[in-house]
């Protein structure tokens, strides 16, 4: 069983930054693909960043230039750099888990508020 501990997010003004943090524990097969999912008031959850055990990143188009996913394997912690921050970035942020064989974990969800 894999269990995902999320971290970070909270209130921040436009154009400000933010970190999150998801660490995974327990039985961790590999190869897997850990990220973020982001879902904002009336509308889908949307896949914001997801890197790759090897390296391997998948980012929305809107956030390439402003934010950085990065992972350290050894810990199995991904990390999530949001600068440039906009309003419309407002959004429950879900730490997603997957692998090949069929895990597909989420994270309980951090609240991410920008406000204008």
């Known amino acids: 069983q894999v269990q995902l501990v999320e971290s970070g997010g909270g209130l921040v003004q436009a154009g400000g930054s933010l970190r999150l943090a998801c660490a995974a524990s327990g039985n961790i097969f590999s190869p897997n693909i850990m990220g973020w999912y982001r879902q904002a008031p009336g509308k889908q959850r949307e896949l914001v960043a997801v890197?790759?055990?090897?390296?391997?990143?998948n980012m929305k188009d809107s956030v390439k230039v402003r934010f950085t996913i990065t992972r350290e394997n050894t810990m199995n912690t991904v990390y999530l750099q949001m600068n440039s921050l906009k309003p419309e970035d407002t959004a429950v942020y879900f730490c997603n888990f997957r692998t090949i064989i069929g895990d597909n974990l989420w994270g309980q969800g951090t609240q991410v508020t920008v406000s204008s």
């Open positions: 890197v790759s055990s090897g390296g391997t990143t």
